[in-house]
């Protein structure tokens, strides 16, 4: 086989179809190298400005020489570097120090490589967070728009996915929307209770910038105060080891993974409803459903999002079994894990909530098949109000439920037997029995009357609980979204 050229070298190497395939450029950057590595060199400089302010001998030409090198970042002297002294944190420091001359003596400065490493973390998954929000508040507004829609259109409920009482499509959708509610408020909780490591030293001591302060621990304490401002913090972990807990990840990711269940459930339902020709997602023009079956319409988005979820999902195992092996101050077992995961659940669940939203943006309803579906479960759902309607009228109870006992196995044997179309109603319709009634069954099988407080519930849901959750994010809800891939 030929060795490729450098024009196909991308294509001969493994890609994560998370970023090549599937997520937005703004999430694929924010755990890019540059984010990662101008991060690391904007770290560097606040740790140095601090530190000039509280009173080391660091120049305001170091300061600027800093300032003017943040985004120049020699990324093959870096990678020369590392394969050379085998750390990551020393190769970048002294490819700063390459284009900062004179601020070389003061990079780093009483630094561990988790100062860099575990708060650029922090930023980026902060990021991450703010990231997601909006796309997840743009969901539930589409979603909304839907229930509202379709607040009031009947349809067949299901429990143990068994006929059961009727419902409302809208107030179905509800259902998912709630699921989304409380996602939101979790990622909001997840994104506030994060907090910078701050300057905290090699195994969180702060020793070496004791050292550095000749015992002032009011400065230490303050320069811990103002990198942490700086970096957009408003505090930072009081105690940490060389790295911040690792529990925190769990907190991150079980939240993520959260999400990813509510959207698997929702996908779930639009994958059987779409099987009972109920509701589909959208369908392009020129789509193939199937190489072999050029009929087919199959659910394509949900299922991708199924599928991505359930990768989700399983995420949260990395961080929990992670922080459970942190011996004392730390190991470094955790980090080749941690870029994996971390990353991965963020573009993960970025790629699920753009193919929801564009999902939720293309909702086709067919209010035909719905009807039809009703009317074949609806007379046996009747047979309450029938009796009920049958004793008004001077009939005895279990005299009529008897006759309607007997009419609807008969019914039930046509259904299931024959295959035939429920004909309990034109049973009752033909028997003397019932002719006290017979003016009242049109009213009686008025699906609306079956769907209780479901628009109601709706309206109110969505005017309570709903709305006012996504005011904070109405300038961000955007346009229609395009299907990746």
């Not at 299901?158 to 179905?172: D, E, I, N, S």
């Not at 550095?212 to 942490?228: A, I, P, Q, Y």
């Not at 009081?238 to 999400?259: C, F, H, N, P, W």
């Amino acid at each position: 086989m030929a060795t490729p050229g450098a024009e196909e070298d991308a294509l001969a190497r493994y890609r994560s179809p998370l970023v090549s395939r599937y997520a937005s450029a703004e999430m694929g950057f924010n755990f890019s190298e540059r984010k990662k590595f101008g991060t690391w060199r904007r770290l560097w400089l606040y740790l140095a400005q601090a530190e000039k302010s509280l009173g080391l001998p660091i120049t305001d030409e170091q300061i600027q020489e800093m300032e003017a090198n943040l985004d120049n970042i020699d990324f093959k002297m870096a990678a020369e570097e590392e394969k050379k002294l085998r750390h990551d944190v020393m190769a970048h420091v002294h490819t700063f120090a390459h284009c900062c001359p004179k601020a070389a003596a003061i990079i780093h400065l009483g630094a561990t490589s988790c100062y860099v490493g575990d708060n650029t973390d922090l930023i980026v998954l902060r990021d991450g967070f703010n990231l997601l929000l909006p796309k997840l508040a743009r969901v539930i507004s589409r979603l909304a728009d839907f229930a509202e829609k379709y607040a009031d259109l009947p349809t067949l409920g299901f429990t143990h996915y068994q006929p059961a009482q009727l419902t409302t499509v809208g107030k179905r959708c509800c259902l998912w929307i709630q699921d989304l509610c409380m996602d939101l408020q979790n990622l909001e909780r997840a994104r506030d209770d994060l907090r910078f490591r701050g300057v905290k030293g090699t195994t969180g001591t702060q020793a070496s910038f004791l050292q550095l302060f000749e015992g002032d621990h009011s400065k230490v304490e303050e320069l811990d105060r103002l990198v942490t401002a700086k970096a957009g913090f408003k505090r930072a972990y009081m105690v940490t080891g060389q790295t911040y807990s690792r529990k925190v990840d769990i907190e991150i990711l079980s939240v993520l993974a959260s999400l990813g269940a509510s959207i698997h459930k929702i996908c779930t339902d639009i994958r059987l409803l779409a099987n009972l020709k109920e509701i589909e997602e959208p369908f392009e023009k020129d789509q193939i459903g199937s190489s072999a079956m050029p009929y087919k319409r199959n659910p394509m988005r949900s299922e991708r999002c199924c599928s991505l979820a359930r990768h989700l999902m399983t995420l949260v195992l990395d961080p929990l079994q992670t922080a459970s092996v942190q011996w004392f101050e730390r190991t470094l077992d955790d980090s080749a894990n941690r870029r994996v995961c971390l990353a991965e659940a963020f573009l993960t669940a970025d790629i699920i909530l753009s193919t929801l939203q564009n999902i939720s943006e293309g909702l086709v309803v067919y209010p035909k098949v719905i009807e039809r579906r009703i009317r074949q479960e609806l007379p046996f759902m009747a047979t309450e109000n029938i009796i009920m309607a049958m004793v008004k009228a001077g009939g005895n109870r279990q005299d009529c439920h008897e006759k309607i006992r007997v009419l609807s196995q008969q019914a039930a044997a046509v259904v299931k037997q024959e295959g035939g179309d429920n004909d309990f109603i034109a049973r009752v319709r033909a028997d003397p029995y019932f002719s006290p009634i017979h003016k009242q069954l049109e009213s009686l099988l008025d699906p609306s009357s079956f769907t209780g407080r479901a628009p109601q519930q709706v309206a109110k849901f969505l005017k309570e609980e709903v709305r006012p959750t996504l005011i904070p994010y109405q300038s961000k809800m955007g346009g229609k979204i395009e299907l990746a891939l």
